[in-house]
């Protein structure tokens, strides 16, 4: 990690002077001047194309940011993570996600031994069961083949299946229907559980530390629900299986090894969707589909590892993000996916992001003298248009928009693609240009409208524009390049953590959350409400009593 924060380089300095001299620029009078800026600045990687060019940058602000991403020793930093150095310091871990995607037989050491055969014998160990569960030939306790997965995790042990389960919908088995469940609050357990018939439904309890309160929890209910209609213990392994690194918490669990499917402390849990944590997304798409899924995150790996940073379409991605986090001080990016399939990617990306760069101390210990992570979020397009788009277009934030749409559906209805394409194109459009007084003036002009009623609408139907976005297109929306994208986001923030040197693969903020409610808990569950916390919070145990004794 930089010895030095990267507000002490050369490179910001340099940017902070280009900042100052070219923050007023238009998009709009760069678009005119230069027919090749859309040209410039897009690359295609791994079955991706990226268009950054609606962001306020030239090409010496590139320069500039790729300059400071050397500084910072990004291409040395990137090097030491593939290599399985222990970057994660303060959890003593080395961050080898990429290593679940690397193909069988390419040597990836750790501390001295080749961890591929490893994963490549888990991997076979979920091809078997996969195709015994989708085959129909593992039957439940009934004679029955399974119906329903349920997932029953949190988190890094939730959101990556569950986003791609609904991503490649298209690609499901006809039979198997995936749920997941992560909420404590049993109105999410508890609404699923009468949907269900428990003789053709498998449990998958996804932990990597098998200790989450929440995950144990709705599991034990789940196992004391299959138990009430299946009262035989042995009935139990043709129903629930585990995915963690704790064996003996699994076994103790009740569940047997070999219903359990490992994976490793280097694989941080909002990196994990790639390794056994995968295993819903594998019974639901297929073991050859969950390749592919592998094989396109490995492509970008790839790319990320090999292409010069002037090509790097993670780098460059992070890179632009930086120029609009930390010298445009904007506080938020919005991810808006013009696919419905797409519909849980910006809350994955929320906890990729979020998770990975909220930091407030640099890896030394050191507080930040820069902003870092942004507050991600966003929904589907078009919807997203009829609700927080005005704020996009109008607001007082300037709030960047990544746009992301595959060119073909997997859907058979005529003219709705090209509708949803043509809208998430204006609107990227739209953001860009704006709409100036004199264009406002003309079109309300043509409505024929008074010159009073002009005058006073006309700063309604001002849009200053010069607001940014970038675009990701993909052919489709395959496992691959499913695979490819999220690959790409990883790596993004890969770099926009070493930017900001701090460590992206711990989450003491998340560690805090576990423990904290406790003792709370204790006491709305005890006989009585002890007094040691401030009144706000005593007033609410007491009320929250009162409600359970009334
Ligand atoms: C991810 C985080 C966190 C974690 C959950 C679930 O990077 O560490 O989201 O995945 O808290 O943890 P377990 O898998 O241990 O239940």
């Avoid at 306020?56 to 020793?73: N, Y």
């Avoid at 248009?385 to 934030?397: P, S």
């Avoid at 060119?407 to 090209?418: A, D, E, F, R, V």
């Avoid at 970038?470 to 390049?481: K, V």
Wanted: aromatic fraction near 8%.
């Amino acid at each position: 990690m930089p010895a030095m924060p990267f507000t002490a380089t050369a490179a910001h300095l340099a940017l902070t002077n280009h900042f100052a001299a070219s923050r007023r620029g238009q998009m709009r009078d760069l678009f005119a001047q230069n027919p090749a800026r859309a040209q410039e600045f897009s690359l295609e990687a791994a079955g991706l194309f990226l268009d950054y060019s609606k962001n306020r940058i030239d090409s010496e602000t590139v320069r500039l940011l790729l300059a400071l991403a050397r500084e910072c020793r990004l291409e040395q930093q990137r090097d030491a993570m593939f290599a399985g150095e222990r970057i994660n310091t303060t959890e003593g871990r080395a961050v080898l996600h990429t290593a679940l995607r690397a193909p069988r037989g390419q040597c990836q050491e750790l501390d001295g031994c080749d961890i591929n055969a490893d994963i490549h014998a888990v991997l076979d160990r979920m091809h078997d069961f996969s195709n015994r569960i989708r085959d129909g030939i593992w039957l439940g306790c009934t004679g029955q083949p399974i119906t329903d997965i349920v997932n029953i995790g949190i988190g890094g042990s939730d959101l990556g299946p569950k986003m791609a389960c609904q991503a490649l919908r298209a690609h499901g088995h006809p039979r198997l229907t995936p749920h997941f469940v992560s909420n404590a609050d049993g109105h999410d357990l508890g609404a699923l559980l009468p949907r269900l018939n428990s003789a053709t439904t498998l449990f998958v309890i996804a932990s990597k530390t098998f200790t989450t309160a929440e995950t144990m929890m709705n599991a034990q209910t789940a196992r004391a629900w299959f138990l009430q209609q299946h009262p035989h213990l042995d009935e139990l392994k043709k129903h629930f299986v585990a995915v963690s690194t704790n064996a003996e918490a699994v076994q103790s669990f009740g569940i047997a090894p070999e219903n359990m499917f490992p994976f490793w402390d280097w694989v941080g849990g909002r990196y994990s969707l790639w390794s056994a944590i995968g295993l819903p997304l594998m019974l639901a798409i297929g073991f050859e589909g969950f390749t592919q899924l592998l094989a396109g995150a490995h492509a970008l790996d790839q790319h990320f590892r090999e292409a010069p940073l002037e090509r790097n379409m993670p780098a460059l991605l992070a890179l632009v993000g930086i120029w609009n986090r930390n010298y445009f001080n904007d506080a938020s990016l919005s991810i808006s996916p013009y696919h419905q399939d797409l519909k849980y990617f910006p809350a994955y990306l929320q906890q990729l992001e979020m998770e990975s760069n909220g930091k407030q101390v640099t890896c030394d210990g050191m507080p930040l003298e820069a902003a870092t992570c942004p507050i991600i979020w966003g929904d589907v397009g078009t919807n997203g248009q009829h609700a927080y788009f005005q704020l996009l277009h109008q607001g007082t934030d300037i709030i960047p928009v990544d746009f992301i749409a595959a060119l073909k559906p997997s859907h058979g209805l005529p003219g709705h693609h090209t509708a949803l394409l043509a809208n998430c194109f204006a609107q990227s459009e739209a953001l860009m240009l704006g709409k100036n007084a004199e264009e406002a003036r003309r079109e309300l002009q043509a409505e024929s409208k008074s010159a009073q009623a002009i005058e006073a609408l006309l700063p309604h139907k001002i849009f200053h524009g010069n607001r940014p976005s970038n675009t990701i297109l993909m052919d489709e929306l395959s496992p691959a390049n499913l695979g490819a994208l999220v690959a790409l986001y990883e790596h993004k923030t890969f770099v926009q953590g070493v930017i900001w040197g701090v460590n992206s693969f711990d989450q003491w903020g998340v560690e805090f959350g576990k423990v904290l409610a406790r003792q709370i808990h204790a006491e709305l569950a005890g006989a009585s409400a002890s007094k040691q916390h401030d009144s706000s919070t005593n007033g609410l145990i007491a009320r929250a009593r009162a409600a359970y004794s009334s």
